[in-house]
């Protein structure tokens, strides 16, 4: 059902009030923009509404409106200031939607059939999360596991910088604290996987060597700055470096994790 809202005050409008200041205590999911919004519409987690004006709104009640009325989301229909004015920034992509957080997979869940993991600790940035899950997705990437100190990747800036793949990838959490939790590593590797650290190291394997000839291969990265710890890079069968430029010590953590999937890739088909 479309809804014309033109009141700032209007209950209706409460998924969004606020929202560059208060979103993580919301508990929502938001996605911004209609290639991020259908993404959202197309995934597990229920929608409960949709807020939009002008060309944008239109057009993606063209490729959606089916849906969110079989569903019965609603969808209100308000000007760009007054979205500006509730949301406390200018919305220029026309769009907003909210939903539900839906039940967490399993790491059993994430790892059935998969090939290729990533497995992140202490990654605090939401961008870097964000463009994590984008580099995964384009690189066949089929699930990302979160060890300790890693922020929420349902964060909207997460989910906008992903650009709505953090919920279409799939994704657990590893149970643990920040000096446990490598112990599920142990899982992992029972369960057949090559756990690869990824670290600048000058001792480290490269990385090409350190993927050859394995079929079921989960990277861990670390945060900005510290990367991983040394218990993670304990827990792992190698640590693996990525060649750099004289005069270069490191690269962007999500950039890294692009070049180790995008070598994964290689080493497979042999290339």
Known sequence: MRTRIDD??????????????SDKEKGLVFAEGPLVAGRLVESRFPVRAIYGFGGRLETFLGDYGEVLAHRGIPVYEISRQLMGEVAGYDMH??????????????????IDGARTLVILEGVGDHENIGSI???AAGMGVDGVLFGAATADPLYRRSVRVSMGH???TPFAHLEGTTTTWQRSLDELKDAGWWLVSLTPADDAVLLHQAVAGHEKIAFLV?????????HAMA????????????????????TSAAIAFYEAQRSRSGN
Do not use: C, W, Y
């Open 8 to 21: 700032a005050q209007d209950p209706r409008l409460d998924d969004i009030r606020d929202l560059k200041h």
């Open 93 to 110: 992509r026309g769009l907003l939607a909210s939903a539900d957080k839906a039940p967490e997979r399993t790491v059993a869940e994430v």
């Open 133 to 135: 899950f984008r580099n």
């Open 166 to 168: 953090v919920l279409r």
């Open 222 to 230: 670390g945060g900005e700055g510290p990367g991983l710890t040394r």
């Open 235 to 254: 827990a792992t069968d190698v640590r693996a470096k990525i060649p750099m430029a004289p005069g270069t010590d490191s690269l962007n953590v999500a």
